[in-house]
Every structure is written in C-alpha cells, then in structure tokens.
C-alpha cells in the first residue's frame, strides 16, 4: 500500500517550514554565485573554502530538513525556532569569513527575526531578536575584513557603527509593533469570523420567519374550520355535560392557536414600542408567567421575583414574550409536574432562573443548547432554544444551561435592563 505523507493535514509551521526552505535554496544559489564573482572576477584574497564548507554544511541541513517534512509528528514552535536559528548560525559564519559588518548583506539577519515575529508566540520574537543583535555584536569585533582599503578610513567606521544601531533599533521595532500588528490582524480575523457566524445565525432566523409565516397563512383557513364546526358540535351537544365541557376546551384551545397565527402574520419580528404595551417589569414578567401558566394547565409553576429594578417601566414587547415561553414550555417538557421560576432584577440587568426537576442536562447539550436543530428532547425540531436566544441575544443578553444541586437543570437568561426600558426604545 503506498504512502502519501504530504496527504496529511498540514500544520502552519509546516508550510512556514517549506517557505524557509525555499529561501534557503536561495541563499544557497545566491552565495555560490557570490563565490564565483569573488574568486574568478573580482580575484579577492579571502577564504573561499572557508566560505564553501559554509555553503555545504547549510545544504545538508536543507536536505536533512526536506526529508523532516515527510516525517508524520508535526512541527512544534521550538522546532520551527531551531530551523531558525540554524539560518541565523549560517548567515553570521558566512559573514565572518566576509568582511562581517562591512559586508552589505549583514541585514539579512533581520529576515529570520521577521519570520519569527509573525509566526511565534511573543517569548521566541524577543529570543530572536536578542541572538540577532548578539551575533550582530559580536561580528562588529570579530570577523575576517574585505580587502577594501577604504574600510579603515573615520568615516567608515562611523558607517559602519551606525549600520549596527540602525540594526539594533530595526530589530526592536520589528520585534514589538509587527508583533502588535499581526496580533490585532489576528484578532480582526476572529472577529470577522464571529460576525459571519452571527450572520448565518440571523440569515436562518430569517428564513424561519418566513416559514413560519407561510405555515400561518395556510393553517388560518382549517382552524377557522375547525372552530366553527366545534363551536357548533358544542350547541348540538351542550345537553350532555362531560362532551360539552371538552369541546369547550377544544373550542378555547383552537382560539388561542388562532391568536397566536395573528400575532406571528402581524408581526415586524423588531424591538419597537409599538409591538407591545407598556408596563411595570415586575408586572410584565409575571403576566408572562400567569398566561403560559393558563397555557399548560395541571403544571405547579413557583414563582419568586425581587430586587430594585421591578419597578422599572418596560415595553411588553412579544417576541420577548414568546422567547420566554419556549424557555417555561422546554421546562415543563423536562418536569411536567413542576416549574421554578426565579426572577431577580437590579439596576442594570433582569437574571431569570428556569429551573426544572428532570434529569440534568450533559455537557454536549450545554455545549450545543441554542444551535439551530439541535434538541434534547426525541422528536424535538431544535427551533424553541434556539429562537429564544435569538432573540434575547439581538436585545444584548445571554442565554445558558446549568446542572442545579438536588437534581434537574436550569436555563438562565440574562437581560440587560436599557435594552427594554421606554426611553432607549424610543430614541
């Protein structure tokens, strides 16, 4: 069976890798060419099979680097910092046998600085730059000079000397604001990547309202059927109690559903002040749970409610309202006996506790709760937790599930309290 290691997923510093490897046959390239010119035109006295071992020694790494590339453990930062600092250890001993400072090409030590500081944590730039600057030191006292008797005039020196400071304070500069840079391009990225995510989330939303309004379209004609036939089986029937009654029920329940299709055809799906009535917070928050109480009737709904900002006047606005019922309805699917509902409401933020005594929820679900198609429940369609945090993250809160002491689980939505108030829907 044939083997394709390149067929692997390649890491970041594995394809770095091959680019430094790229400009390494370069250099390679490049400095034999230098030691022709030197040896058969320029006819320099310098040491030329210094210079060439030099040249081999940096080829056998690159040959002993291709063939790493084939290796299947990925490429880890100290490595990827080692293959570095062997291009660093090359370029400073082939600037030693070459006039060191002098030489016009001792800025390429910036090259592996730069590498380093857009590819590594922020502990191997500085490292880097350290050695670099070392070894740019270090060459201004040690080296093998060109034989240009022009390099022992004054003025030269100076050149010379403001070429290393010019080096020194190059090299700082690279090693904090590029790193700066490629940092905060880094986190536009992330932050580009967020927004899409939020878009695709919004664009399904969108596309389920549209849905949803075409399902309340074609459902108003059969229930507008429904309801007369049952209203009057009701009058043909009302002699016998029990039968009555249920129809009764049925008659009340086909009504509702009725509203709610009206509700969802009329609504703009937007936070205005003329979608919902104006009312208390503490009030609103109560009829909320009072009305889907009457929604799920046989259901113990336990309902605690404090802190200063109750009193704080709010719009009643439905979507918010339907939001909130999906998150008591997924409750009382868990816990169909029983349903806590613990509202704090401070200053600033509206904390609603929803708490079930079911049997918990794992980690995937915490993980996963408020995706589109992703459900707890078997047969579930994943659209109530996801719609809910929706729409109360559009008003700037949060939605979350936790595992509650004594058994069950609780879905804590977070509100801030100037996303609902009057005057900030108004303005």
């Not at 570095?84 to 592996?112: C, E, H, Q």
């Not at 100076?158 to 290393?164: D, R």
């Not at 703009?268 to 799920?296: F, N």
């Amino acid at each position: 069976m044939n083997t394709y290691p390149a067929k692997q997923p390649m890491s970041p510093h594995a394809f770095n890798m091959r680019r430094v490897l790229l400009l390494r046959g370069l250099a390679i390239i490049g400095q034999c060419m230098i030691i022709a010119i030197i040896a058969i035109i320029l006819k320099w006295h310098m040491p030329i099979w210094q210079l060439a071992t030099v040249i081999i020694i940096e080829f056998a790494i690159t040959i002993a680097s291709i063939a790493r590339l084939t290796l299947r453990w990925p490429i880890t930062n100290k490595e990827f910092f080692v293959q570095l600092l062997a291009d660093v250890a090359i370029l400073v001993a082939f600037l030693y046998f070459s006039g060191g400072p002098t030489n016009p090409f001792v800025a390429l030590l910036l090259l592996p600085l730069v590498i380093a500081v857009t590819t590594l944590p922020e502990i191997y730039c500085w490292s880097m730059a350290v050695i670099t600057v070392t070894c740019y030191s270090g060459l201004m006292a040690f080296y093998i000079p060109l034989p240009l008797h022009a390099l022992a005039t004054y003025e030269m020196k100076l050149h010379i000397w403001g070429m290393w400071f010019e080096f020194v304070m190059i090299a700082g500069i690279i090693s904090y604001f590029v790193k700066r840079m490629g940092d905060s391009l880094h986190e536009r990225d992330q932050a580009i990547a967020r927004a899409r995510e939020e878009k695709m989330a919004m664009d399904r939303v969108v596309d389920l309202g549209a849905l949803a309004a075409g399902v309340a379209h074609e459902l108003g004609t059969p229930l507008a059927t429904m309801t007369i036939i049952t209203k009057d089986l009701q009058q043909d029937y009302k002699e016998t109690h029990d039968l009555s009654e249920g129809l009764g029920i049925l008659y009340d329940q086909l009504q509702r559903c009725k509203r709610i299709l009206s509700t969802m055809s009329a609504s703009t799906g937007q936070l205005q002040a003329s979608s919902g009535c104006q009312l208390h917070l503490e009030e609103y928050l109560s009829e909320v749970v009072s009305k889907w109480g009457a929604a799920r009737p046989g259901i113990n709904v336990t309902l605690h409610s404090d802190g200063p900002g109750g009193a704080a006047k709010i719009v009643a606005e439905h979507t918010l309202t339907q939001a909130l019922t999906n998150i008591f309805n997924n409750a009382a699917d868990e816990s169909p006996e029983h349903v806590e509902v613990d509202i704090h409401c401070s200053d600033h933020n509206i904390v609603i506790d929803v708490c079930d005594h079911g049997h918990g929820v794992s980690p995937e679900v915490i993980k996963n709760a408020g995706q589109p198609v992703f459900s707890k429940k078997e047969g579930g369609l994943g659209l109530g937790l996801f719609l809910a945090t929706t729409v109360i993250t559009r008003l700037g809160g949060s939605v979350s599930l936790f595992n509650r002491q004594g058994g069950g689980s609780c879905t804590r939505v977070i509100l801030p309290l100037t996303s609902l108030l009057i005057s900030s829907i108004n303005s």
